[in-house]
C-alpha cells in the first residue's frame, strides 16, 4: 500500500504562484494531480508517468501556466502553478497507481488526503 502527502497548498493572489509536492512512500509509474471545486466536479489537472519516459498531460484550463515534474529519486511529484486565477480555486488531490496506462481515466487507487488553493483579491 502506497500513502501520499501533499503540500505547498495556501492563499495566492490572482496572477501569482504556488508549488505543491506529492510525496509518495513507495514507487509508482504514474502520478496525477486532480482538483475538486465546491459544487463541481472532480478533474484531472496534470500528470506525468514515467511508463513513456516523462509523458505530461494537462487540462486545457491550466496549460502554459501550470508544470507537473517528478523526482523518481524522491518518489515526489510537483506542481508548478503559475498565473493563478480564481477558477483555480480548489481542492488539490495527488494521485497515483502502478499499471499500465497512464491516463485521467486510469483507475488511482492511491490518494492523498488534499490541499486547498485559494485565490483571491
Known amino acids: 500500500h502506497i500513502q501520499l502527502v501533499e503540500s505547498g497548498g495556501g492563499s495566492a493572489q490572482p496572477g501569482g504562484s504556488l508549488t505543491l509536492s506529492c510525496v509518495a512512500s513507495?514507487?509508482?509509474?504514474?502520478m496525477a494531480w486532480f482538483r475538486q471545486a465546491p459544487g463541481k466536479r472532480r478533474e484531472g489537472v496534470a500528470l506525468?508517468?514515467?511508463?513513456?519516459?516523462?509523458?505530461?498531460l494537462y487540462h486545457m484550463s491550466v496549460r502554459g501556466r501550470f508544470n507537473i515534474s517528478r523526482d523518481n529519486a524522491k518518489n515526489t511529484a510537483y506542481l508548478q502553478m503559475n498565473n493563478l486565477n480564481a477558477d483555480d480555486t480548489a481542492m488539490y488531490y495527488c494521485?497515483?497507481?502502478?499499471?499500465?496506462?497512464?491516463?485521467?481515466?486510469?483507475?488511482?487507487?492511491?490518494w492523498g488526503q488534499g490541499t486547498q488553493v485559494t485565490v483571491s483579491s
Open positions: 506525468i508517468d514515467t511508463i513513456e519516459g516523462t509523458r505530461r
Open positions: 494521485a497515483a497507481h502502478e499499471g499500465e496506462f497512464c491516463t485521467f481515466v486510469s483507475n488511482f487507487v492511491y
Open positions: 513507495g514507487n509508482t509509474l504514474c
